[in-house]
């Protein structure tokens, strides 16, 4: 057999360098993404092949390690959902009141685990009318509802094939399949497995696509769906398994202030009263995000934070030098962001004149988190997917947020502009984040109206791209084919094997497609 040689030679060593020799030759330049690529490497690894399993902090692993930013026009729960269900995580941003955020999560960590625990209900007295004007409300994509009496028992089940305008007239109550005809299991029968006996439940019974869950005196506790429970078991043979806690809940993280008093005096008891609610909800992590995380501030907080819940996941930032990873770490958070002015909405490095471009602030944050043996976030700055690949060659995950605030999912509003489709998209340092709650995160006020305040983003507007499950597509395959070009089977393999040189302007223009007449540009890549 033919003997590969498996090695870079000598001459490729001299151009090609591992990251300690590369960036310690480029030391007195800062580098970002476009000012480097990556040599490849023999390989036998198929794209298709790669896992991009992550792992965060202990108790906090992700399938896919991308995060959407903590942003109110990137993630509220949609989003969350979204990116949980395709294996990462979402970050529920804090400009909205603590009990909308409270909500927000509570959706994600109820949404499609199998039972669902709290269903919307309706009771036998109401009109049909009721409940059509109940679903144009709230918005809900289903029409069937399981009725209860004023004690929360079980009356029967409203069929969505009654809850038409022609019906409008009449009562619950007359239209409902009557509770004997109703299917239920009791809280006792679920065992150790609910999923797997619902599942056998649903394959006994071929017309059935709604079983309710009860507990010994008849009370409604729980219903399942045949949809949710086909897709569960569905994840079973996906590649990109959806990120579920121990109790099969998607993982949702939270974003908090670090609120002061009046005397300008970190708000313990608020912080610690916010942080208890997102705990009792489910929340996976949450993140402590400002622009600039090596103060006092968010020290104080995160340390508040970590003496009360030992275990909790906490990500902090954001930073640029190993100091400020260290002294975070040191503080308590398992999970340092990195980025200051690299995001396409951020206008820090202008306005203040400080940041560090973010592949050199990556490699001086990487090495301080392996004295600390804590994980780092590439947050900002990313507008491709090979950007994502060479910053997962230094960082664990990294943070999205333009490139997901065209998506569906986003919570910004639609404008047509020319016949062209557009989403919302600002930065939370733009003067309307900051009226709307985000100044705390750049050290301001928002009830400071006496003094100006410099805004370090601006609002803007992203083309609408579709649905998340889409984008993410197109970036997971150029993730994996940039792993495979360098025979890296998982993450760890990407980092050792990883070798880089720099590209000059004109380099960066043979990058992209140039020379033509582009008919049909290639999403999300």
Do not use: W
Not at 7 to 25: G, H, I, K, R, T
Not at 287 to 300: I, L, M, P, R
Not at 438 to 449: E, P, Q, V
């Amino acid at each position: 057999d033919m003997v590969v040689n498996q090695e870079p030679n000598s001459l490729d060593c001299e151009f090609y360098l591992q990251a300690e020799n590369f960036f310690s030759a480029n030391r007195g330049c800062a580098l970002t993404y476009d000012d480097l690529t990556l040599a490849t490497l023999y390989s036998e690894v198929l794209p298709r092949d790669t896992q991009l399993e992550t792992s965060l902090s202990e108790g906090l692993n992700l399938h896919l390690p991308m995060i959407s930013a903590d942003m109110d026009t990137v993630t509220e729960s949609r989003m969350a959902i979204a990116m949980a269900q395709n294996g990462g995580m979402g970050l529920i941003h804090y400009n909205m009141s603590e009990k909308d955020q409270l909500r927000e999560v509570s959706r994600v960590k109820n949404h499609v685990h199998g039972l669902i625990q709290d269903p919307i209900t309706v009771h036998p007295e109401k009109s049909i009318a009721y409940v059509l004007g109940l679903i144009d409300r709230k918005g809900f994509t289903f029409s069937t509802f399981p009725v209860v009496d004023e004690h929360g028992k079980l009356v029967g089940l409203l069929p969505g094939s009654v809850v038409r305008l022609r019906y409008s007239d009449r009562l619950v109550k007359e239209a409902l399949t009557p509770r004997d005809q109703v299917f239920t299991l009791t809280e006792k029968e679920l065992g150790n497995d609910p999923i797997a006996r619902a599942d056998q439940f649903f394959a006994d019974h071929p017309r059935i696509d709604k079983l309710m869950v009860v507990d010994d005196a008849d009370h409604l506790r729980g219903l399942f769906t045949l949809s949710d429970v086909d897709r569960i078991a569905q994840e079973v043979q996906a590649q990109f398994k959806p990120a579920r806690d121990e109790q099969f809940r998607l993982i949702c993280g939270a974003a908090v202030s670090a609120t002061r008093n009046a005397f300008g005096e970190l708000d313990s008891d608020r912080v610690l009263g916010h942080v208890t609610a997102l705990v009792e909800r489910g929340v996976d992590a949450v993140a402590v995000s400002t622009a600039h995380g090596h103060t006092k501030g968010v020290g104080e907080a995160v340390k508040l934070i970590r003496k009360e819940f030992p275990h909790l996941p906490i990500i902090a930032g954001n930073v640029t030098s190993g100091a400020g990873v260290e002294f975070l770490a040191d503080c308590g958070a398992n999970c340092i962001k990195v980025g200051q002015g690299p995001g396409s909405i951020c206008t820090t490095r202008i306005v203040a004149g400080v940041g560090i471009p973010q592949m050199s602030a990556l490699y001086l944050a990487l090495q301080a988190a392996r004295k600390k043996g804590v994980s780092i976030l590439a947050d900002g700055g990313i507008t491709k997917s090979g950007d994502i690949v060479k910053a997962l060659t230094l960082a664990d995950a990294v943070i999205c947020g333009g490139l997901l605030a065209g998506c569906a999912e986003a919570p910004g509003e639609i404008l047509e502009i020319s016949g062209k489709l557009y989403k919302q998209y600002r930065g939370m340092g733009s003067l309307a984040a900051m009226k709307s709650g985000s100044a705390a995160r750049y050290g301001h006020s928002s009830k400071d109206t006496t003094r100006k305040v410099s805004a370090e983003g601006v609002e803007a507007l992203k083309e609408v791209s579709g649905p998340v499950d889409n984008v993410l597509g197109q970036l997971i395959g150029g993730i994996q084919s940039g792993m495979g070009y360098l025979g890296a089977r998982s993450l760890p393999e990407l980092r050792k094997r990883a070798r880089y040189i720099r590209v000059s302007p004109a380099g960066q223009r043979e990058s992209a497609t140039h020379d033509i007449v582009e008919l049909k540009t290639g999403a999300g890549q």
